[in-house]
């Protein structure tokens, strides 16, 4: 028997997954919380005394080390598994997370003297005290008309790769000048396995505006944003950046001991957790879009030929599977926006009724919302609740539901609701179709693709095309795992390709919803009223919104 290994590092936890390569059969699990999980209020003890701003978001890259020492020893042991037989390794991590380091890879907040100075941790991906930085950059960008923007939506995020660094020069410029690299947190992990510094294709790609192409963006644009951040990618970061398909390098026999792994294991390049999933499903070929479905969506797809879609939050060639371009949007509340209601507007006779019933707000409420039929409540939601991520890249924009009367119920609202981000889905699908990217089916994994039947029914429905679940309810684990395998090679083992570990290692989708035609006619409607209110408050027909919240802002 063969084995790989995936590291799926996430928000509050990491996760490593046992798999089997010649099947993908998923044999094994550990986990392990973060001993300092996110790092939002003040720093860890004893320097609590450290309050951090609003907005801040940070973690300690120790955890990230305790979870690799915690989970794949606990894996062989509980297994029995011999560390022969596991042939390679792979990782995946939420992003964009950057961390300060030395040279040799240690990170700044471990230096006793630093530990007190916030911008010497890790930041987080959602990390958003860099919204200046942000802005500097998308109104720099703007203005000397770079060719790279239009591939990000015109608009990058405080989330990312050099808004994060160029707070750092703003506001610590001793620690930025103490740094001698910036590196993602799954590039970090894997020179710390490895001993070599590596920069994977999907998160320079995504979050550090690389292109296979053309690069980083020039001196001459970062020198505009700062001249000290002129030089950055060639004092601080690589250029040379590496696709996600290659072998990184091999466990040092320090990584060995704490992995309880053989020296010499192959270790694949890093990968972004949502986009390390999408081969998991059984996707490596343009035409099928996957959709990681949890508090948020984020909605991938392939393609042989470059186009600019509007609105996509990435376009990157080697991106997402090596060989072709992939496409990123996304839905910033899907989860949450229904978690707020159940949490927020449910009444307390309802919460009541399911703790009697021994079942969840939610599972009541979508029992109610199934028997409703499409157009009966009344009611159109957009689905703005945390913003809009595509196709209007717009953070400002907010919630609206209209059509309630004295007679609107809970469920009625629930179902507008979740028909609400089915049309966002319809709407960044057809923004792609438009530019040159078909999309015939969809392949959905995550929290809310396996729980919640009648929104995968309701988005089958409205977009018009088959959603399938897949079968692994740890994709980004599973998606690491297989890249392990090609880092082996078939030589080893494992295979040669990212399309062939999919075709061997990923069962068939555990249920697959089609549209029902005789929704159609009402909901191509209801997405036609959608639009009108989407391209109003979302392009200037009225600016009620932004109004609302600098009055919201004024009075805070």
Same mark, same amino acid.
């Given at each position: 028997?063969?084995?790989?290994?995936?590291?799926?590092?996430?928000?509050?936890?990491?996760?490593?997954?046992?798999?089997?390569?010649?099947?993908?059969?998923?044999?094994?699990?550990?986990?392990?919380?973060?001993?300092?999980?996110?790092?939002?209020?003040?720093?860890?003890?004893?320097?609590?005394?450290?309050?951090?701003?609003?907005?801040?978001?940070?973690?300690?890259?120790?955890?990230?080390?305790?979870?690799?020492?915690?989970?794949?020893?606990?894996?062989?042991?509980?297994?029995?598994?011999?560390?022969?037989?596991?042939?390679?390794?792979?990782?995946?991590?939420?992003?964009?997370?950057?961390?300060?380091?030395?040279?040799?890879?240690?990170?700044?907040?471990?230096?006793?003297?630093?530990?007190?100075?916030?911008?010497?941790?890790?930041?987080?991906?959602?990390?958003?005290?860099?919204?200046?930085?942000?802005?500097?950059?998308?109104?720099?960008?703007?203005?000397?008309?770079?060719?790279?923007?239009?591939?990000?939506?015109?608009?990058?995020?405080?989330?990312?790769?050099?808004?994060?660094?160029?707070?750092?020069?703003?506001?610590?410029?001793?620690?930025?000048?103490?740094?001698?690299?910036?590196?993602?947190?799954?590039?970090?992990?894997?020179?710390?396995?490895?001993?070599?510094?590596?920069?994977?294709?999907?998160?320079?790609?995504?979050?550090?505006?690389?292109?296979?192409?053309?690069?980083?963006?020039?001196?001459?644009?970062?020198?505009?944003?700062?001249?000290?951040?002129?030089?950055?990618?060639?004092?601080?970061?690589?250029?040379?950046?590496?696709?996600?398909?290659?072998?990184?390098?091999?466990?040092?026999?320090?990584? +060995?001991?704490?992995? #309880? =792994? !053989?020296? &010499?294991?192959?270790? %694949?390049?890093?990968?972004? /957790?949502?986009?390390?999933?999408?081969?998991?499903?059984?996707?490596?070929?343009?035409?099928?879009?996957?959709?990681?479905?949890?508090?948020?969506?984020?909605?991938?797809?392939?393609?042989?030929?470059?186009?600019?879609?509007?609105?996509?939050?990435?376009?990157?060639?080697?991106?997402?599977?090596?060989?072709?371009?992939?496409?990123?949007?996304?839905?910033?509340?899907?989860?949450?926006?229904?978690?707020?209601?159940?949490?927020?507007?449910?009444?307390?006779?309802?919460?009541?009724?399911?703790?009697?019933?021994?079942?969840?707000?939610?599972?009541?409420?979508?029992?109610?919302?199934?028997?409703?039929?499409?157009?009966?409540?009344?009611?159109?939601?957009?689905?703005?609740?945390?913003?809009?991520?595509?196709?209007?890249?717009? +953070?400002?924009?907010? #919630? =609206? !539901?209209? &059509?309630?009367?004295? %007679?609107?119920?809970?469920? /009625?609202?629930?179902?507008?609701?979740?028909?609400?981000?089915?049309?966002?889905?319809?709407?960044?699908?057809?923004?792609?179709?438009?530019?040159?990217?078909?999309?015939?089916?969809?392949?959905?994994?995550?929290?809310?693709?396996?729980?919640?039947?009648?929104?995968?029914?309701?988005?089958?429905?409205?977009?018009?095309?088959?959603?399938?679940?897949?079968?692994?309810?740890?994709?980004?684990?599973?998606?690491?795992?297989?890249?392990?395998?090609?880092?082996?090679?078939?030589?080893?083992?494992?295979?040669?390709?990212?399309?062939?570990?999919?075709?061997?290692?990923?069962?068939?989708?555990?249920?697959?919803?089609?549209?029902?035609?005789?929704?159609?006619?009402?909901?191509?409607?209801?997405?036609?009223?959608?639009?009108?209110?989407?391209?109003?408050? #979302?392009?200037?027909?009225?600016?009620?919104?932004?109004?609302?919240?600098?009055?919201?802002?004024?009075?805070?």
């Amino acid at each position: 028997m063969r084995y790989a290994i995936g590291l799926d590092f996430g928000t509050e936890s990491g996760r490593a997954v046992l798999v089997d390569v010649a099947t993908g059969a998923e044999i094994a699990t550990a986990v392990h919380e973060y001993a300092n999980g996110v790092i939002d209020r003040r720093l860890p003890a004893p320097n609590d005394d450290v309050v951090l701003e609003p907005d801040w978001a940070l973690q300690d890259p120790d955890d990230y080390v305790a979870a690799l020492t915690s989970t794949v020893p606990r894996l062989l042991r509980e297994t029995g598994i011999e560390p022969a037989h596991v042939i390679g390794i792979g990782i995946d991590f939420t992003s964009c997370t950057m961390l300060p380091t030395t040279a040799d890879g240690t990170p700044l907040c471990r230096i006793p003297e630093l530990r007190r100075e916030p911008h010497a941790w890790v930041k987080l991906w959602k990390h958003h005290a860099a919204q200046p930085e942000a802005d500097r950059i998308n109104a720099t960008a703007t203005a000397r008309g770079e060719a790279w923007l239009p591939r990000y939506g015109g608009r990058t995020s405080s989330e990312w790769f050099f808004a994060k660094s160029l707070q750092i020069l703003d506001e610590a410029p001793a620690i930025y000048r103490a740094a001698d690299g910036l590196i993602e947190g799954a590039d970090w992990l894997v020179w710390q396995l490895t001993g070599i510094e590596t920069r994977n294709s999907c998160a320079a790609g995504y979050k550090a505006l690389w292109s296979k192409a053309d690069g980083f963006p020039t001196p001459a644009f970062l020198g505009q944003l700062d001249p000290a951040f002129a030089a950055v990618v060639d004092e601080k970061m690589s250029r040379d950046v590496r696709s996600i398909g290659e072998r990184a390098g091999e466990l040092t026999a320090e990584a +060995a001991a704490w992995t #309880g =792994l !053989l020296p &010499g294991t192959p270790v %694949a390049m890093g990968n972004v /957790d949502a986009h390390v999933s999408v081969p998991a499903t059984g996707v490596t070929e343009p035409g099928t879009m996957v959709a990681v479905m949890g508090t948020s969506t984020c909605l991938m797809a392939l393609s042989s030929r470059l186009a600019i879609a509007e609105g996509m939050a990435g376009v990157v060639e080697d991106g997402i599977v090596p060989g072709f371009f992939g496409y990123e949007a996304g839905q910033a509340a899907v989860g949450d926006l229904f978690a707020w209601f159940a949490r927020q507007a449910v009444p307390r006779e309802i919460h009541e009724h399911a703790r009697q019933a021994g079942r969840t707000v939610h599972e009541v409420l979508e029992e109610e919302a199934a028997r409703l039929r499409p157009g009966e409540t009344g009611l159109l939601a957009l689905d703005w609740w945390n913003g809009n991520r595509s196709i209007l890249v717009d +953070a400002e924009l907010s #919630g =609206l !539901l209209i &059509g309630m009367t004295l %007679a609107t119920q809970p469920a /009625d609202i629930y179902r507008a609701l979740l028909e609400a981000t089915a049309f966002g889905a319809r709407t960044i699908i057809e923004s792609l179709e438009a530019a040159g990217v078909p999309i015939e089916r969809i392949v959905a994994c995550g929290g809310l693709a396996e729980r919640n039947a009648l929104l995968m029914q309701l988005s089958a429905d409205i977009t018009g095309r088959e959603f399938a679940v897949a079968a692994s309810t740890q994709v980004a684990a599973l998606g690491a795992a297989m890249y392990g395998t090609v880092a082996a090679g078939a030589a080893a083992g494992g295979y040669d390709s990212i399309a062939d570990a999919s075709a061997a290692m990923v069962r068939p989708a555990v249920r697959t919803y089609r549209p029902d035609p005789s929704t159609r006619a009402v909901y191509d409607a209801l997405h036609a009223e959608y639009m009108a209110l989407h391209d109003h408050f #979302g392009r200037g027909g009225s600016d009620v919104m932004r109004r609302l919240r600098a009055l919201r802002a004024g009075v805070g």
